[in-house]
């Protein structure tokens, strides 16, 4: 998927200058304002405003005119003018935080039940890895008696945590078969060389 970061504009107010004439033709209560507020944005999804810029046209001869080009009365009218910046201008941020609130959520919820399954090691049971090198494997419990256990560790490993996933198959568990005692079991997990513990 292609990532486009960008800035667009939103109108976002329109309306006329009271009280005012145009510095060109000098006609009454004719210079129309549309004000534009402008946001950045991540693959079209906005994620928040980074400033505003006017329009300003006369009505009668059809000129398009800065800011800078108006008398302090019709400046001051336009600085005057309330705005509000719409929600929606803020939707990848609520969007960002309530991914990484979730994460979160998830993640603190998977420590907790990992650290009470840690302590009733059942057959079938998977543990995520952590080697000291920075890779990631799992191992699978096949038999628990009074006070070891039996595993066979996956014959792959992972670059990432997220990755463990992919190599969590059936077929993959043939070769490393290796003996714990439940303390060691314990200390594995203390020392997060264990980091997650799933139970079917």
């Not at 108006?70 to 929600?87: A, G």
């Amino acid at each position: 998927m292609m990532v486009l970061i960008g800035v667009q504009d939103s109108n976002i107010k329109n309306g006329q200058i009271l009280d005012s004439k145009c510095p060109k033709c000098e006609s009454k209560n004719s210079l129309n304002f549309s004000i534009y507020r402008r946001y950045t944005h991540l693959t079209l999804i906005p994620l928040f405003p980074i400033g505003k810029y006017v329009n300003i046209e006369c009505s009668n001869c059809s000129t398009i005119f800065d800011y800078d080009d108006l008398d302090k009365n019709s400046q001051l009218q336009l600085k005057n003018e309330k705005l509000n910046n719409p929600i929606w201008m803020y939707s990848g941020c609520i969007l960002l935080v309530l991914a990484i609130t979730f994460f979160i959520n998830n993640y603190i919820e998977s420590k907790d039940e990992s650290a009470i399954l840690i302590k009733t090691p059942a057959k079938g049971d998977i543990y995520h890895l952590k080697f000291s090198n920075g890779y990631y494997s799992s191992m699978r419990i096949d038999q628990v008696t009074k006070d070891s256990i039996y595993t066979t560790h996956n014959d792959y490993d992972a670059y990432l945590p997220y990755e463990i996933k992919d190599i969590d198959k059936p077929e993959n568990y043939s070769k490393r078969t290796i003996h714990y005692s439940k303390s060691e079991i314990a200390n594995l997990y203390k020392e997060g060389e264990i980091i997650e513990v799933l139970r079917k």
